[in-house]
């Protein structure tokens, strides 16, 4: 599953970064520590957080992330966008909890 | 001839976090080191790096690229670490409150870095500072 067609079927904000939405997506992550992220999240893998700071995207860029959910409506920072802009990383938002929406990606890739 | 680049880091600033990080990424990705290689490379500099941000007031990054091998310095000037094994032990962290805010502070920094080194020395001094020296094999 590509990260546009992730965004379209659970009806995810798009705020940035769109040049990466093509990315085919292996899975996701759920965490909000980032040395965790740095140290477990796969390549390719989507990652499911509340935090909205630009750390976000350099950790993703470096993780080689497909792409970043924010969760709860809360609003990227304006750098956070403008970085996901920069190192083309699509930066994602919904109004569920991670909880609902990590559920809802797990069915999709569990085999 | 082994080839050097050297990054300035500034303690408490974390816009500019993960940039050493991220041009060393690039510099290896142009060397064509295997993948997985680089992953843990990207790791343990990135936790370095982010170290020196969140608790020390300054340092440089010194990363020498060998035939076979990366090695990387990481010298701050900082409050230093005043028991290096309890430091190394995950979840152990003196990170402040903000910092933890912004989901750092897990602890799990320098047990990332152990985990992603093929050889690890960290020297400190309490008032004074702290210095990481890492070797990972191509
Ligand atoms: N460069 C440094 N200068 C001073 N203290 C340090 C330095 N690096 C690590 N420490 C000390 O070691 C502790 C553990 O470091 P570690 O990187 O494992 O976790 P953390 O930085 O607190 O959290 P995380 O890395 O998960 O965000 C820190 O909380 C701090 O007390
Ligand atoms: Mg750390």
Not at chain 1, 24 to 44: H, K, R
């Amino acid at each position: 599953m590509k990260v546009v067609e992730l965004a379209e079927k659970f009806g995810l904000e798009i705020f940035s970064g769109n040049v990466g939405l093509q990315k085919e997506i292996s899975g996701g992550y759920v965490s909000d520590l980032l040395s965790d992220v740095m140290g477990f999240a796969l390549e390719n893998q989507v990652w499911i957080t509340l935090q909205t700071h630009q750390n976000v995207i350099a950790i993703a860029s470096l993780k080689d992330l497909a792409a970043v959910i924010i969760v709860k409506g809360l609003q990227p920072d304006p750098e956070t966008v403008k970085h996901s802009e920069e190192e083309g990383i699509p930066l994602l938002g919904t109004d569920m909890e991670t909880f609902e929406i990590a559920g809802k990606i797990y069915k999709e890739f569990e085999i | 001839m082994a080839e050097i680049l050297e990054f300035h880091i500034k303690g408490g600033d974390f816009n500019l976090a993960g940039k050493a990080s991220s041009k060393i990424k690039k510099k290896l990705i142009q060397l064509g080191v295997e993948t997985s290689t680089i992953k843990r490379i990207v790791v343990a500099t990135y936790e370095a790096e982010l170290n020196v941000v969140a608790h020390a007031r300054e340092g440089k990054l010194t990363a020498i690229f060998e035939p076979d091998s990366i090695r990387i310095i990481i010298a701050d000037s900082g409050p230093g670490i005043e028991d290096i094994d309890l430091a190394m032990e995950a979840g152990f962290s003196t990170a402040t409150k903000k910092v933890r805010e912004m989901g750092f502070g897990a602890g799990m920094g320098l047990p990332n870095i152990r985990k992603n080194t093929d050889e690890l020395e960290i020297e400190s001094k309490v008032g004074v500072g702290t210095r990481l020296e890492m070797i990972i094999y191509y």
